[in-house]
């Protein structure tokens, strides 16, 4: 059964770099049936589509979010990661990795999510 | 790209029907057939409810169901049940190949 599992610093500073890894398991990442994806949820809000990767690298990102995101994969180990650069205490959320059947219009397996804290 | 607007809160007791929208535009729900919704328990990662506006996945109660009128999605919850309270999501695929959920709808159970 596949399962995504998110990894990474549960504190950033502000202006820092904010850097997670989803490593798939149960299943190829390079399967060229599936995108896979970025989504966050601040404290008490909703859900918010960050950007989504497909295994060749083609990219797909939010607009609003786009100049400071970058989403990469690496097959070999098979993971795909997120980079949101300059971050701020509105970058404060849960971060979940999840994956997209066929098209990046729906999610269908998602990780559990981590908790990221932009803080001093 | 603005988020969908759903209702803030929806309500019902047990056994009746319930149903929450979400209202894009014609670049996003109206344009597409790629609506999904969403249910998330507190503490718990979102689990796909519907996706192509009606479609459900294996596994998924069939008292869950969905339907697109125009810019509109909507879904219903028939035989509410209180396991069903929850945040409800919709998402749609927009005209830009980017993804677009709404702002979410909490649903009691009375």
Same mark, same amino acid.
């Given at each position: 059964q596949l399962q995504l599992q998110?990894?990474?610093?549960?504190l950033v500073k502000p202006s820092e770099t904010l850097s997670l890894t989803c490593t798939v398991s149960g299943g190829s990442i390079? $399967? $060229?049936?599936?995108? #896979?994806g970025w989504i966050r949820q601040p404290p008490g809000k909703g859900l918010? #589509?960050?950007? $989504?990767?497909y295994y060749s690298g083609s990219t797909y990102y939010n607009p609003s979010l786009k100049s400071r995101v970058t989403i990469s994969v690496d097959t070999s180990k098979n993971q795909f990661s997120l980079k949101l650069s300059s971050v701020t205490a509105a970058d404060t959320a849960v971060y979940y990795c999840a994956?997209?059947?066929?098209?990046? $219009?729906?999610?269908?397996? #998602?990780?559990?999510?981590?908790?990221?804290t932009v803080s001093s | 790209q603005s988020a969908l607007t759903q209702p803030a809160s929806v309500s019902g007791s047990p056994g009746q029907s319930i149903t929450i929208s979400c209202t894009g535009t014609s670049s996003d729900v109206g344009g597409y057939n790629?609506?999904?919704?969403?249910?998330?328990?507190?503490?718990?990662?979102?689990?796909?409810?519907?996706y192509e506006v009606s479609n459900r996945p294996s596994g998924v109660s069939h008292r869950f169901s969905?339907?697109?009128?125009?810019n509109t999605a909507s879904l219903t919850i028939s035989g509410l049940q209180a396991e069903d309270?929850?945040?409800y999501y919709c998402s749609s695929y927009t005209s830009s190949s980017t993804l677009v959920f709404g702002g979410g709808t909490k649903l009691t159970v009375l």
């Open positions: 998110e990894s990474g610093p549960g390079s $399967s $060229s049936s599936y995108y #896979w918010e #589509w960050i950007g $989504s990767i994956r997209h059947p066929f098209t990046i $219009s729906r999610m269908d397996v #998602w990780g559990q999510g981590t908790t990221v | 790629y609506v999904s919704w969403y249910q998330q328990h507190p503490g718990k990662a979102p689990k796909l409810m519907i969905g339907s697109k009128s125009g309270e929850a945040d």
